[in-house]
């Protein structure tokens, strides 16, 4: 009996393999140009299923942490026959936010050139060298291309087409940019047809049939946007609101200090950030493609685990489909009794709509408080309804957009609060008041024991880091609405000169950045720019200032220079540059701002993120080598090398050497190849190399061993050879 279970178990096994292998084998392309980064899926996928599952990464924490996690989308329509006469109540196709079917249910369709999914790209993407290592991606994969006719103004285009198993045909287009003022959000363009074809064939098989009351909806489940759980919020459903979005903000830890975002060692937070999906067009009705400002039809926040929206629709019941369709219609309330926002606020929004009350209004302390939480609270919208007879379609836009207090005030502020919030006043950002006016949301008054005097710091310091961290609402908000404007320009923005590629040589007096030519292919080229960040970003506490961000350290007009020498480079020092083209601004037309500004090449486009180093020539003697720091203490952050905490470095060896490194008890742990001909070498080139092992796990506290084996030029050992003895403290 047990070898009937285990075999059954074995089969079961491997059939799920190779289904979820032939469900979920999704094609995806990288957007990565701006300050946020995603991928895009064919099958406009971005659930748990789909490639690597997460999305939406920001320069806040450099791109190293995705924010959105899942996210799903089903279409809804009543009283639909399939292919075989059969009557549906209720029709239900789409890829929930955890699972989807790319077989049966929203299906990738390839071109001509099965192609599934395709990547266009304004101008060709730079390169950029360091030290003879490209880091540049390889361009043009399967499906990529130049072509500004297509891109228009955006920087990258990415388009797929899938065909649903309810005969409606999607559209999808993504567009990103890459300059100031709209490299803060992703535009997610889809038009959506009734063909009639239901799978990835080319036969019509629901040629005449109209579908009505077609609603679309979407769920958007998001990783913490802080130390817990983020708060969901609307806005939008009032006659008269500027902009329509669901957003996400950082919740308080119930089971922690006065902690909105949790603050890193030296005060960094980690995120104070606020992320939001902003519908930014809805056609009115097939045929009048004017903008449906009442739209969404519903919003509200229930659980992330309900199955009816998480699961693709397949393997979901009738009543499941009658739920979904039902809240697409009229929101939570009539499955889960949530009050609706007109409930708590009479006449206040578009008549017909139905809205959950909002999250910062119903009496909630903490999110676990909310009384449908489990694991994760989801954010839910739909549109609708549309009625398309064949051939008919409506196109619905939609905004991701990021904001977030900039890098050197979530320093300054962190700081302060965490290291001396008890003897320091943190002044609140400009207009706000304690106890008169700020821009907390009501939680924060309705309990005001979230801001009491703590270990950290006083009341009234808890409360401005709040008001501080809480300012990101008004970048997500500029970002959408910069989006909104770009919409509505038809994508008719100004842009910026294309990127130049890039070359840095570390050399021992100076390192060398050079660039080429491709800005001034731009008719209003004016000239250059060369951006250097010192090391990682990183606070001093030495003079109170955050390092580690990019600066200007040269301009040059015209087109005659293409080459800077930087002489202020310290030696063993990670040094990262970018080189932007910029524009003279006559005769770029008004941007989302109201007015007209000189434009250059994004800072993403060019980026080192490999660091240079200054170097020096090989010593004479093999006595003259050094191991820097040593003792390397990890508290010590002045003897550090800037915004590298385990870096050591091996300083005035031979040109060309072996380094060999042994525990005190003579085990090897890594060798290292100097093949420079300088004499400087790092343990690791790479941050995430750096005092590792051969196995890559960080070396612990102890005394440690370099022996340094002298070679030629060709790697032949001399037979010269020394040993330096260095201490690790941990």
């Keep these: 009996m047990k070898r009937i279970f285990y075999l059954a178990g074995l089969l079961f096994l491997v059939f799920f393999l190779f289904a979820n292998n032939l469900t979920y084998a999704s094609d995806i392309k990288w957007i990565r140009v701006g300050r946020m980064q995603t991928k895009v899926v064919d099958s406009g996928d971005q659930g748990g299923s789909s490639s690597e599952n997460t999305f939406a990464y ?27 006469g059969t009557l549906w109540p209720i029709k239900i196709s789409g890829a929930g936010h955890g699972i989807a079917d790319e077989i049966e249910n929203t299906i990738p369709i390839a071109d001509e050139n099965d192609v599934f999914i395709r990547k266009y790209m304004r101008y060709q993407p730079p390169t950029i060298t360091v030290d003879g290592m490209r880091l540049d991606e390889p361009f043009p994969h399967s499906g990529d291309a130049v072509d500004a006719n297509k891109t228009g103004t ?42 009639g074809n239901v799978d990835e ?3 019509i098989e629901l040629g005449s049939q109209t579908l009505n009351d077609v609603y679309f909806l979407r769920s958007i489940n998001v990783n913490r946007v802080g130390r817990s759980h983020p708060w969901h919020v609307t806005y939008g459903q009032t006659p008269g609101d500027t902009l329509r979005i669901c957003w996400q903000y950082p919740s308080r830890n119930s089971t922690s200090y006065n902690d909105l975002c949790y603050p890193r060692r030296q005060g960094y937070y980690r995120y104070p950030s606020n992320i939001g999906e902003a519908v930014i067009h809805a056609d009115k009705s097939v045929g009048d493609t004017d903008d449906d400002v009442t739209q969404p039809q519903m919003t509200g926040y229930q659980s992330a685990e309900l199955r009816w929206v998480k699961q693709e629709a397949n393997i979901n019941s009738p009543a499941d489909h009658q739920t979904l369709y039902q809240t697409m219609k009229f929101g939570f309330k009539p499955y889960d009794g949530t009050p609706y926002l007109q409930d708590a606020y009479p006449g206040t929004v578009y008549p017909g709509t139905h809205h959950s009350m909002r999250m910062d209004d119903m009496g909630l302390k903490f999110v676990k408080d909310f009384q449908w939480f489990n694991w994760r609270t989801a954010t839910h919208y739909s549109v609708g309804p549309y009625t398309l007879q064949p051939g008919d379609n409506f196109r619905i836009v939609m905004a991701e957009a990021y ?47 979230l801001m009491e005097e703590d270990k950290y710091s006083t009341a009234y310091n808890n409360w401005s880091q709040n ?21 509505r320009a038809n994508y008719n923005i100004p842009i910026a000169p294309p990127p130049p590629s890039i070359e840095v040589t570390s050399l021992p007096d100076k390192i060398r950045i050079s660039w080429g030519t491709e800005s001034e292919s731009a008719s209003d080229f004016a000239g250059y720019r060369v951006y250097r960040a010192v090391g990682s970003t990183h606070y001093s506490e030495d003079d109170g200032e955050v390092e580690g961000l990019f600066e200007p350290i040269f301009e040059v007009t015209g087109s005659g220079t293409h080459e800077y020498d930087d002489v202020t480079a310290e030696r063993g020092v990670a040094y990262y540059y970018y080189v932007t083209g ?9 941007d989302s701002h109201g007015g007209k500004q000189s434009l250059e090449s994004g800072q993403y486009l060019n980026m080192t993120t490999v660091g240079a180093h200054l170097t020096r020539p090989p010593a004479d003697e093999l006595s003259d080598i050094r191991v820097v720091p040593n003792p390397f203490n990890v508290i010590a952050d002045d003897l550090q090398y800037p915004g590298e905490e385990n870096k050591i470095m091996f300083l005035d060896l031979p040109g060309y050497c072996t380094i060999r490194i042994y525990t005190e008890s003579g085990d090897l742990i890594k060798v290292l190849e100097h093949t420079s001909g300088s004499g400087d070498e790092s343990w690791g080139k790479l941050e995430s190399e750096h005092s590792a092992t051969e196995s890559g796990q960080i070396i612990v506290s102890g005394i440690y061993y370099a022996k340094i084996i002298v070679n030629d030029e060709a790697g032949t050992p001399t037979g010269e050879s020394t040993a330096l003895k260095f201490v690790i403290i941990r």
């Excluded at 791109?63 to 989308?73: M, T």
């Design 582 to 590: 910029f524009d003279d601004g006559i005769g770029n037309i008004t």
């Design 201 to 203: 064939d080319a036969d």
């Design 403 to 449: 904001g977030v207090l900039s890098l050197p005030e979530q320093y300054r502020i962190g700081t302060q609060w965490y290291d001396h919030g008890l003897e320091v006043v943190i002044d609140p950002p400009p207009g706000m008041v304690y106890d008169v006016t700020d821009n907390l949301p009501n939680i924060f008054h309705a309990f005001p024991d």
């Design 154 to 195: 955006a920087d990258v285009l990415i388009e797929s087409t899938i065909n649903t198993s309810m005969g409606l045909t999607i559209n999808q287009q993504v567009r990103a940019w890459s300059q100031i003022n709209h490299d803060q959000y992703f535009i997610y363009d889809w038009t959506f047809t009734n063909t």
């Design 58 to 84: 920001t320069f806040n924490d450099n791109f190293y942490r995705s924010f959105y996690s899942h996210r799903g989308y089903h279409l809804g329509t009543p009283n639909w026959t399939d292919e075989n």
């Design 467 to 487: 008001c501080w961290l809480l300012t990101a609402k008004d970048s997500l908000f500029m970002h959408a609405n910069s989006a909104q404007w770009n919409l």
